[in-house]
T-cell receptor, first 112, second 116 residues
């Protein structure tokens, strides 16, 4: 069974601190997506990583992909309260008919 | 560009009633996905459709649930004889024709079903 696992599931951090969220998956894939979801809202696309070694940065967030290790990371630099949300990674496996598999989500709370 | 439109946003049903959730994909998108999100949980894949064709329904419960994406009109997720365990947020997403590109899913705002 294909698995997409994120850790930690819950993260509480102080403003100004750095932290990394990990996304491990159990299938062959060269496409990894990160989404953000605010409480009661829909999912917003953050990053699309399309190849091994891909790195994308937007503001205080940076995502990377290691397809050999089947691992993606979402690094948070100098966290601010506005980053509080749930973050999901999603994998598009090769040759599965375009079905996306989502991770369990990481609920991030940034404390002032 | 109106994005992915879902309605209703909130739906309350009593046990045994039917729920119909509608989703209009983004303009230019021909693929629709339905996901279910239970409180405090991640997204669970339900079904993936093209116009007039179900591509993958491996995530759909075998009974009471059905989905369609007709040639004209929105995609519909139908839940018959709802039970309390069906209470969840149902998200629709759309994407363009799969290609070598990014193929990002665009999500709708979700339909929140409450079964009394």
């Amino acid at each position: 069974e294909l698995k997409v696992e994120q850790n930690p599931l819950f993260l509480s951090m102080q403003e100004g601190k750095n932290y990394t969220i990990y996304c491990n998956y159990s299938t062959t894939s060269d496409r990894l997506y990160w989404y953000r979801q605010d409480p009661g809202k829909s999912l917003e696309s953050l990053f699309v990583l399309l190849s091994n070694g891909a790195v994308k940065q937007e503001g205080r967030l940076m995502a990377s992909l290691d397809t050999k290790a089947r691992l993606s990371t979402l690094h948070i630099t100098a966290a601010v309260h506005d980053l509080s949300a749930t973050y999901f990674c999603a994998v598009l496996p090769i040759n599965t008919g375009n079905q996306f598999y989502f991770g369990t989500g990481t609920s991030l709370t940034v404390i002032p | 560009n109106a994005g992915v439109m879902q309605n209703p946003r909130h739906l309350v049903r009593r046990r045994g009633q039917e729920a119909r959730l509608r989703c209009s994909p983004m303009k230019g998108h021909s693929h629709v996905y339905w996901y279910r999100q239970l409180p405090e949980e991640g997204l669970k894949f339900m079904v993936y459709l093209q116009k007039e064709n179900i591509i993958d329904e491996s995530g759909m419960p075998k009974e009471r649930f059905s989905a369609e994406f007709p040639k004209e009109g929105p995609s519909i997720l139908r839940i018959q004889q709802v039970v309390r365990g069906d209470s969840a947020a149902y998200f629709c997403a759309s994407s363009p024709v799969p290609s070598a590109g990014a193929n990002v899913l665009t999500f709708g705002a979700g339909s929140r079903l409450t079964v009394l």
